[in-house]
């Protein structure tokens, strides 16, 4: 069931995801299409999410997002604070209650160990967005089985002096029994400024086509692709706090529903570090988070458990 709008307020928007922002200048979303997004968001029952850019917006596109309910993501000030780099992540003013995503190639991640413990020490939640999935290789596995590792004793010591931080690579699997994942397209769709519905902003910037527009609704084509139950590796897999990127699966695997490797051995390491973080917690308190279960499992790759099961 759709749940999130989210309205591009500019070709320029700031991207909280795998996807590069647009670099050159584009158009930005005109007053007449923002009323209309917001009253089919209204129509809807959806909750909107805007999406800023460095443009300085108008007055009159401001008193329009000012007219309902939001999140907004931008570059400071906002509820969900995006940071491009390592650089603008430790400059940046650490609030309370807001989420601040660092956007990261995969090799600058590893390097940025002692950053990512400053951030969790000063955030509330802070999210890693990995933006070249694709160059992960199996050699570098145990590289990051050993950098998730190395940040366990931070997540702790926080804990015990009362700030439970949250922190998307290992914290999230501990708190989920079921996938939530993006979803982009089944719970959330985008509005580009052009007027046109997008699966999300990745979609738009890469040319894909749209799903529809503002004036004639959605228009998804075969929208059960989009679904869970409709992803035959997904579906029989637990690693619960992955994206599940149908944009990276598109882009990778050229199937909306088909999850690359790289992508399902990123989420099957956190997986794994997150149980011996659970484990760390309940040293501390073997009452922490009954529910909560990760098996062991001998693949990294729900693939590898398919083809077993179909030889
Ligand atoms: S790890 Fe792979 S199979 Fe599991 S949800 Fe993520 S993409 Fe799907
Ligand atoms: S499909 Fe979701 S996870 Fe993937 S790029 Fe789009 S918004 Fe991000």
Redesign the pocket.
């Known amino acids: 069931m759709l749940k999130y709008l989210i309205i591009l307020l500019d070709d320029n928007a700031v991207s909280y995801c795998h996807y590069a922002p647009k670099a050159e200048l584009g158009v930005s979303i005109t007053p007449d299409i923002l009323k209309k997004a917001i009253f089919w968001a209204m129509k809807e029952n959806l909750s909107v999410q805007f999406v800023h850019s460095k443009v300085k917006m108008s007055a009159e596109i401001a008193t329009l997002i000012g007219s309902i309910d939001h999140t907004d993501i931008a570059l400071s000030d906002a509820d969900i604070v995006v940071a491009n780099d390592w650089a603008e992540a430790t400059t940046l003013k650490y609030s309370k209650g807001r989420s601040y995503v660092v956007r990261t190639a995969f090799e600058n991640l590893l390097d940025e160990s002692d950053t990512l413990k400053s951030l969790l020490v000063r955030a509330d939640r802070v999210n890693i967005v990995v933006t070249d999935v694709e160059n992960f290789s199996d050699y570098m596995i145990g590289k990051y089985q050993e950098f998730l590792e190395g940040l366990i004793p931070t997540i702790i010591d926080e804990y015990k002096r009362d700030h439970q931080v949250q922190f998307n690579l290992l914290t999230d699997r501990l708190m989920l029994n079921e996938?939530n994942?993006c979803n982009a397209g089944y719970e959330s769709i985008t509005l580009a400024p052009d007027g046109k519905f997008y699966i999300c902003p990745a979609f738009y910037l890469d040319g894909e086509q749209s799903v529809g527009d503002i004036d004639n609704g959605l228009n998804i084509k075969n929208p059960q692709l989009y679904k869970l139950d409709h992803?035959p590796?997904?579906r029989i897999?637990d690693?619960f706090q992955?994206?599940?990127c149908n944009w990276l699966?598109k882009r990778l695997c050229r199937e909306v529903n088909t999850?690359s490797h790289q992508?399902?051995v990123l989420?099957?390491v956190e997986r794994n570090a997150s149980k011996k973080l659970l484990k760390e917690f309940r040293k501390i308190d073997a009452f922490f988070l009954p529910e909560c279960n990760i098996p062991e499992v001998e693949f990294l790759?729900?693939?590898d458990k398919v083809t077993k099961q179909n030889p």
């Open positions: 996938m994942n992803a590796i997904c897999c690693a992955c994206k599940r699966n999850p992508q399902c989420a099957h790759d729900p693939f």
